[in-house]
């Protein structure tokens, strides 16, 4: 990283800066970034919302946020002081000409003050409806010019389907250059994301095997215990497709997919990843139901806990048809993946959190040991485990000892945390980082968001145009609905149990 006063002067505008995301996520990552000396020596944070809110009540509100999710624990009132006097609050209407004038304002005082040309980054932390309204005010008041100092955040969802992705990417164009615009995605400032490409192309290892010779099928699986908490009201509106798959089981899909770039360019990165999108099979309307399988929690128990089901949840209508599961079957039609199955899946209340991918290998082509031996035999299997275990597992057969040949599954595990003697950076402190260093690899550029609305829209469709008549169909604290077996059951493939969980058979061979 560099230091902190080798950074370009910076002011950091949140449009929203009152709400949920400021408070839960950054603000403690702006904090934890002042806090390891990685922000530029000249900063100034500016809260705009429309609530009327005092300074001081504001300093307030953010500091509990920051001592509840800052990752460094409990800050002093001294460092938090350090950190807080660079927070200035802005009360406006985010559609008024006279916030963007203070806006002005403010920023020629700070240039003025720091003797430099800062650089502006607005982050819209609010809800989607204005994601269109913000750029175009800052487009007016003159302060997105500057191509090399002015940058726009955008939060997801990216749209609601994919005209209004189009149209979304069109209002952010006619305001700012694509080189200016990063649309986040938080699962790609997550180490053990960043580290699949790694993983894949640092080594040569398992790169010649990592294609349909060698693959059975691939899963991915976001699997969350939490249900929708506080987030009813927009969840209800979006659904597990729009929330999870289209961004971030995306995400994980290109980087799992994707052909090795030439160089580490954030336009080459993003070329690689747009390919696997443009690559995927359409889903024909017709098919959906065989391909993708959704599921709404009722009530159940989790970790020895009851929980109410979706519809009984706040901001949730109680005859709800919004999915909080969904599972798809998708096929990468190139070269390297023809025919091999990418099966996703996402849901909320399931039996724990869990994030990870596996890779299924093909059984050997001719089984030489005889059949007693083999009485345990697994594939081999290569697990990415991305949350809230952080490693790799390679799944293999080896000899039990003893007088008699007998195989059996034994792990070869890599865990982050033993590895690395050095904690994790939180995704949000990676990606303001990245935005404060202009570095767009880690973004979604506007091609490859539409292109992922474009693989989800025949499923969108064809849910909408038949409502289920199931919901809810899946007790809280289990795998979702019984259907997601049927997507591979047939195939003869299944989901894996998570990494820590699937424990390879003890000596006796038995599961332990
Ligand atoms: C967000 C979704 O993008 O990701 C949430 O809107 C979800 O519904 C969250 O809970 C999961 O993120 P993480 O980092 O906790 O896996």
Redesign the pocket.
């Known amino acids: 990283m560099k230091e902190n006063d080798q950074l370009e002067p910076t002011v950091f505008v949140i449009f929203g800066g009152a709400g949920d995301l400021a408070w839960r996520k950054l603000i403690p990552a702006l904090f934890d970034l002042f806090h390891s000396q990685s922000i530029p020596a000249h900063f100034s944070i500016i809260a705009v919302d429309r609530v009327e809110f005092n300074e001081g009540a504001l300093h307030k509100r953010l500091h509990e946020g920051v001592k509840k999710f800052s990752r460094f624990g409990k800050v002093s009132v001294k460092q938090w002081n350090g950190f807080a006097k660079h927070i200035r609050y802005l009360k406006g209407d985010f559609k008024g000409p006279a916030t963007y004038s203070a806006l002005t304002d403010h920023c020629k005082k700070l240039d003025t003050e720091w003797e430099a040309k800062a650089h502006h980054i607005f982050y819209m932390a609010t809800p989607p409806s204005l994601f269109g309204v913000i750029p175009k005010c800052l487009e007016q008041a003159g302060l997105a010019s500057d191509l090399e100092r002015a940058r726009v955040v955008v939060e997801?969802p990216i749209g609601y389907d994919l005209e209004s992705a189009l149209a979304l990417n069109r209002t952010l164009a006619s305001a700012f250059q694509e080189s200016q615009i990063f649309r986040i995605?938080?699962?790609l400032g997550?180490e053990t994301v960043q580290n699949i490409l790694a993983f894949r192309f640092a080594n040569p290892l398992f790169e010649p095997i990592w294609n349909r010779r060698y693959v059975d099928y691939v899963t991915i699986t976001?699997a969350?215990e939490?249900g929708?908490e506080h987030?009813g009201g927009y969840?209800d509106g979006?659904g597990a497709l729009r929330?999870?798959v289209q961004?971030?089981l995306m995400q994980l899909l290109c980087l799992v997919a994707m052909e090795p770039m030439v160089s580490f360019e954030a336009d080459e990165i993003r070329n690689k990843k747009v390919d696997v999108l443009h690559a995927v099979r359409p889903i024909p309307h017709h098919a959906v139901h065989q391909c993708a399988v959704r599921g709404q929690y009722g009530e159940g128990w989790i970790g020895g806990t009851e929980v109410r089901g979706y519809r009984e949840e706040d901001g949730v209508p109680p005859d709800s048809q919004t999915e909080t599961f969904a599972a798809l079957r998708l096929f990468v039609d190139n070269w390297r993946w023809q025919d091999v199955p990418f099966y996703l899946r996402t849901g909320?209340r399931l039996p724990r959190?869990v994030?990870e991918v596996a890779i299924q290998f093909r059984a050997v082509p001719h089984q030489s040991f005889p059949p007693e031996a083999t009485l345990d035999w697994q594939p081999s299997r290569l697990v990415m485990s991305i949350?809230p275990d952080e490693g790799i597992v390679l799944r293999f057969q080896a000899k039990h000892p003893g007088p008699k040949m007998q195989l059996r599954s034994v792990d070869m595990r890599f865990n982050y945390r033993e590895a690395f003697d050095a904690p994790s950076p939180d995704?949000y402190e990676t990606l303001l980082w990245d935005v404060m260093n202009n570095d767009a690899t880690l973004f979604m550029r506007a091609d490859q968001v539409e292109a992922a609305w474009r693989i989800l829209m025949p499923v969108l469709e064809a849910w909408k145009a038949s409502p289920p008549s199931d919901f809810p169909n899946y007790p809280g604290g289990t795998w979702g609905p019984d259907a997601t077996q049927g997507l591979l059951t047939h195939q003869g493939h299944s989901w894996p149990l998570p990494m820590e969980l699937a424990e390879p058979s003890d000596s006796k061979g038995h599961k332990s």
């Open positions: 997801k995605d938080h699962y997550k976001v969350e939490v929708v987030r969840y979006a929330d999870m961004n971030h909320k959190q994030s949350h995704a």
